[in-house]
């Protein structure tokens, strides 16, 4: 397994769509593992394929404190949503900066598993935040494009001249 260079914003390859998974074999399950690799040594409790440069439709995901509820999201697609509200929110790619959006606080998730199994799951709380946070990243969209302009340009300067500084 590999920790894997994570992309930032306001790198291009964040902003595509990325196209579905078609073939479950086994680079597909090193890179699943690379990515949980890379997610808890973020540390994170989520990261999408695009974030380390690979377009496709995929994210892995855990929300636990013990690390020990990992979730593979294949092709997911959100098929019930409910309750929006207020939420904080951090993203690897946008290190260093938190802001408050809104999320829906239920959800219904379809996806298919690591071995291309689908399955569907009802989640709610950080857990749902967490899943359409990668959904968006999927569909190449941050968490940030739901700020204002103002905020969003501020971001940008910042990591801009953060990136210069650190080469
Ligand atoms: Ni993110």
Same mark, same amino acid.
């Given at each position: 397994m590999a920790v894997l260079p994570i992309l930032h914003h %306001? +790198? %291009?390859? =964040?902003?595509r769509k990325t196209p579905p998974v078609e073939r479950f074999d086994q680079d597909l399950q090193r890179l699943i593992d690379d990515m949980f690799e890379t997610m808890y040594a973020a540390p994170g409790v989520g990261l999408a394929a695009n974030q380390v440069g690979v377009q496709l439709r995929l994210a892995v995901m855990d929300c636990s404190d013990e690390h020990d509820q990992p979730l593979v999201m294949i092709n997911p697609e959100l098929v019930m949503t409910d309750d929006p509200q207020e939420v904080e929110e951090g993203c690897l790619s946008v290190p260093d900066i938190r802001d408050k959006i809104r999320r829906y606080n239920k959800l219904r998730l379809r996806a298919l598993d690591r071995n291309g199994q689908p399955y569907e799951l009802e989640a709610d709380g950080l857990m749902a935040q967490c899943i359409q946070h990668e959904i968006d990243h999927l569909d190449g969209? =941050? &968490?940030? +494009? &739901? =700020?204002s302009s103002l905020k969003r340009e501020r971001i940008r300067k910042k990591l801009q001249k953060a990136a210069v500084a650190g080469g």
């Open positions: %306001p +790198d %291009p390859r =964040l902003r969209k =941050l &968490y940030i +494009d &739901y =700020l």
